[in-house]
Nanobody, 126 residues
Framework: EVQLVESGGGLVQAGGSLRLSCVAS????????IGWFRQAPGKEREGVSC????????YYEESVEGRFTISTDSAKNTVYLQMTNLKPEDTAVYYC???????????????????WGKGTLVTVSS
């Protein structure tokens, strides 16, 4: 059974940084794409970033490119999202998600992810 557990959310001032972590169990990064999505109040969920390793295919949503960095640690089965220069519009619940590589496309923002964590709240104050 695939399980994803996020941590690292919190309250930060605009311009600050946070690092989100997602510990994955029941899967291997060799077989799964994994990434981060977010849902702001009153808005639809959107893809933020996703990655395939060891192929090193990476996607970033346009508004976060240059500010957020996704990475994985295969030894810890953990995916990270380093967020810098945070803006109030980054406020959202951030979800970790995963899917078998054959069922999703990184360049398209990893649609169709079938496994989800419960999310971690990021609040950016102005």
């Amino acid at each position: 059974e695939v399980q994803l557990v996020e941590s690292g959310g919190g309250l930060v001032q605009a311009g600050g940084s946070l690092r989100l972590s997602c510990v994955a169990s029941g899967l291997s990064f060799d077989d799964y794409s994994i990434g981060w999505f977010r849902q702001a109040p009153g808005k639809e969920r959107e893809g933020v970033s996703c990655i395939e390793t060891p192929e090193n295919r990476i996607y970033y949503e346009e508004s976060v490119e240059g500010r957020f960095t996704i990475s994985t640690d295969s030894a810890k089965n953990t995916v990270y999202l380093q967020m810098t220069n945070l803006k109030p519009e980054d406020t959202a619940v951030y979800y970790c998600a995963a899917e078998l590589k054959k069922w999703t496309v990184v360049s398209a923002g990893c649609p169709g992810m079938g496994h989800w964590g419960k999310g971690t709240l990021v609040t950016v104050s102005s």
